[in-house]
Each structure stands twice: as C-alpha cells, then as structure tokens.
C-alpha cells in the first residue's frame, strides 16, 4: 500500500512539472512554438520585397548545413529556393548577373530569370520575336524606349515589351529585376503595344468563388498571348479551387509564407521561392504566418492550346 502511493505521488509531481512546462510554453512562446520562418518586423523595418533579394534560408538551424536545399525538380513542377540560385553574367548585358530560374530545359515554352543590375548596367535585347516582361524588385531602373523617351521604374513597377521592341534598362546603382521572356505568338491582326505601369496603378478584380485579391498587369484583349497577376492572401486564406488546367505558371514568391500543393506534393514556401507549374499539374495554395502573401504569377493565356 505504501509503494502504490509513493507512486501517484511521484506521478502527480510529475504531473505539476510538465503542466508547468507547458505553462511556460505557452505564456512566454505560445504553444509548440518553434522558430519563426517570418521576420515580424518585415513589413515596418525593411523595403518592400527585402526578403525576395535578401532571402534567408529556413528552418534557421539548417542555414550552414552542408548540402541542404528546399528545392525540388520533377517532371512536372519545380521549386527554386534561393540558396540553391547561380548567378553568371546575363549575355548582351553590361555589368549585370542572372539566374534562370525557369527555362525550356524544364519542360516551359518561357524563361523566367532574376538580373541582378550593378554599377553603371544596361540590359541586352531578348532574341528576335521574342517579348519581355520585366518587374522591379530592388532599386531604381531607367527605362528607354524605342523613341527615346526615359522614365524610372521603382520597386513594384513593370515594363512590357512586344517582340523586337528596341529599350533599354539602365541602372546607376544596384537594382534587382525579375524578368519573362517567351517567344510570341502571333495573331492575324493583333499586335501588342509596350505597356510600362506599377501594381498600385493597376485594379483590383472580381474572384468569384475565392477570397484573395486579384490585380492583373497586361490587358487581357487577344494581342497578349500572356499575362502577369499579382496575387494576395491574408494569412489563413487559401484557394478554393484545386487547379488543374492546360496553361503554364511561372510564380515568385514577393512576401510571406505559405503551402503549395504541387501534384502530390506539398512545400513550406517564403518569399524569394520560385516556382514552376507544368499544365496540367494539380495546383494549390494556403497562406500561413502573420503577414499577407503576395506572388507575382506568369500565365499564358488567349491562345488555342492546339
């Protein structure tokens, strides 16, 4: 009798302490905490897209392990994480570093690649026919066009250019672009006309059915064979729809965190990730942490897919 009651009272102790443990968890790092993926000061501390061109690997204590990478390639998708990114000099450029972070190697009819512009930079032309899209990540960049009239694009500014469009981006100091190139696809009396704006300038769209908010970049009219949307979610939010369709994307990452579904896989995703989606490859995403997700998505788009 008395062994069984020096037993609950050892159990009970026991007890007392994990629930002060627990306790303690949750009063001072909330419940199962674990390290932050997310810098909470993100938003208030650092430029817009800071994490797109200063990205940090994470889970944190994976950061200096050897060999280690989030990204995947398959058959069907491929996520590009930013420790596993090769920058070389971009041909036909001056003084400007890329990384293609999705290419007809993969399987896409499209190229999506970061420039990184240095001192005293200018950009080369894409091949004959082929268009460009080009979005600002970081800096400031002087965009000429083909009459010579000049502009600064700042961060979150686009520049369209239908092929064999003469322009040229020009850069005094750092500045980071993310760029889609693809071959077009003519039409019979449909010709695309450059398009130079910002996301803020642009409105936002109905998504019936769905809870994020939608701004579309390009005009949607039949002389654009694709288009750039600028995707948000609150934290929590996520697609309704589980996507399966014909067209291509081409994702970045801009801000926060989240979980992409990609056929039967699903990726812990932050801001700097790229991502690429084959047609046909089911598709879909959740919003986590505590600030707002944003993603620049490439989509092709007003083309019969025979």
Known sequence: ?????????????????????????????????????????????QPLYAKVTNPTLSPSHLQDLPGFTRSVYKSDHALITPESHVFSPLPDWSNT?????????????FVMYIAKMQESSKSGLPPKHVERFAFVLQGLVTFTNASGTGQTLTVDSFAYLPPNSEHLFES?????????????????????????????????????????????????????????????????????????????????????????????????????????MAPFVPQWYAALGKIPTRYLLYKDVNRNPL
């Not at 627990?22 to 997310?38: D, L, Y």
């Not at 570093?97 to 009819?109: N, R």
């Open 172 to 276: 005094d100091e750092s500045a980071t672009l993310v760029i889609f190139e693809r071959r077009y696809s003519y039409l019979e009396d449909h010709i695309p006309e450059p398009i130079v704006g910002s996301t803020d300038q642009q409105a936002l769209l109905d998504t019936p059915g769905e809870v994020f908010q939608l701004r579309k970049l390009l005009p949607t009219s039949l002389s654009y064979d694709f288009n750039i949307h600028i995707m948000d979610f609150q934290p929590g939010e996520f697609l309704n729809v589980k996507e399966v369709h014909y067209n291509q994307h081409g994702l970045l990452l801009l801000e926060g965190q989240g979980i992409y579904r990609l056929g039967d896989s699903w990726y812990p995703v932050e801001a700097g990730d790229a991502i690429w």
């Open 97 to 109: 570093l890329g990384a293609y972070l999705v290419s007809p190697a993969m399987g896409s009819h």
């Open 1 to 45: 009798m008395h062994s069984f009651s020096s037993f609950h009272a050892k159990s009970f102790l026991l007890l007392l302490t994990f629930l002060c443990f627990i306790n303690i968890a949750v009063t001072e790092e909330g419940f199962c905490s674990a390290p932050s993926i997310s810098d909470d000061t993100n938003s208030n501390n």
